[in-house]
T-cell receptor, first 116, second 114 residues
C-alpha cells in the first residue's frame, strides 16, 4: 500500500537555525498537510496545501513557517529561525480529495524536531 | 472553537480484556468524528469514523458510536490483543472549521500485556 514518507525521522538543531522537514506524499494525492504534536499535548493542525497554494493555516503557522512543493513529489515545511518551543513531532499527511469524510488523511511516521 | 477531550493514559490491560477509551467533543453544528491509531514507529492511521449522529464506526473489532446527546465517541473493543498496543487519537472535523483540518485529542496510550 502506498504511504507517506518523511525524512529525517529525527532532526536536532540549534535555536535560531533554519530547518527543513521533508515529506513525499502519496503520488496521486492532491491535498497536503502538516500537523505537529508537542510532547504530551494534542496533535495540532498547521497548514493545508493544494494546487501550489496554502488553502488554510492555523494561528501557529506564523511568518516563521513556510511550505513548498518544489517538484512533483516533495512537500516541505521550513522553519526559518527555530525556537525552543518548536520542538515537537511534525506529521505530514496527504489526501486524494478535499472532503476528509470520504477521503481519509494518510499520515507519515513523523519527524521529531529537537531544538536546543 | 472545536475541541476533543480523551481520557488520560496510559491504559494497561491484559490480553482479552475489554477496552473503553472515552472521548468527548465540543463543536458547533454536527461534526464528523474519527479514531486514529499510531502503532510504534509508524504514522497515524484512520481506524474508524462516523459522520452523523447514531452512526457506528467499526474496524478490526473496534467500535465507536456517535452520541450527539452526550457529545461522545467512545472507543470500545471486546477483547484486546497484544498487537493492539498503540496510541489512540480521537479527532473531529467540524462543519464550522475549514474542510481541511482535523482537531485531535491528546492521544491515549494503550499497552496490552500477555
Amino acid at each position: 500500500e502506498p504511504e507517506v514518507t518523511q525524512t529525517p525521522s529525527h532532526q536536532v538543531t540549534q535555536m535560531g537555525q533554519e530547518v527543513i522537514l521533508r515529506c513525499v506524499p502519496i503520488s496521486n494525492h492532491l491535498y497536503f498537510y502538516w500537523y505537529r504534536q508537542i510532547l504530551g499535548q494534542k496533535v495540532e493542525f498547521l497548514v493545508s496545501f493544494y494546487n501550489n497554494e496554502i488553502s488554510e493555516k492555523s494561528e501557529i503557522f506564523d511568518d516563521q513557517f513556510s511550505v513548498e512543493r518544489p517538484d512533483g513529489s516533495n512537500f516541505t515545511l521550513k522553519i526559518r529561525s527555530t525556537k525552543l518551543e518548536d520542538s515537537a513531532m511534525y506529521f505530514c499527511a496527504s489526501s486524494l480529495l478535499r472532503d476528509t469524510n470520504n477521503s481519509p488523511l494518510h499520515f507519515g511516521n513523523g519527524t521529531r524536531l529537537t531544538v536546543t | 472553537g472545536n475541541s476533543v477531550t480523551q481520557m488520560e493514559g496510559p491504559v494497561t490491560l491484559s490480553e482479552e480484556a475489554f477496552l473503553t477509551i472515552n472521548c468527548t467533543y465540543t463543536a458547533t453544528g454536527y461534526p464528523s468524528l474519527f479514531w486514529y491509531v499510531q502503532y510504534p514507529g509508524e504514522g497515524l492511521q484512520l481506524l474508524l469514523k462516523a459522520t452523523k449522529a447514531d452512526d457506528k464506526g467499526s474496524n478490526k473489532g473496534f467500535e465507536a458510536t456517535y452520541r450527539k446527546e452526550t457529545t461522545s465517541f467512545h472507543l470500545e473493543k471486546g477483547s484486546v490483543q497484544v498487537s493492539d498496543s498503540a496510541v489512540y487519537f480521537c479527532a473531529l472535523k467540524g462543519p464550522g472549521a475549514g474542510s481541511y483540518q482535523l482537531t485531535f485529542g491528546k492521544g491515549t496510550k494503550l499497552s496490552v500485556i500477555p
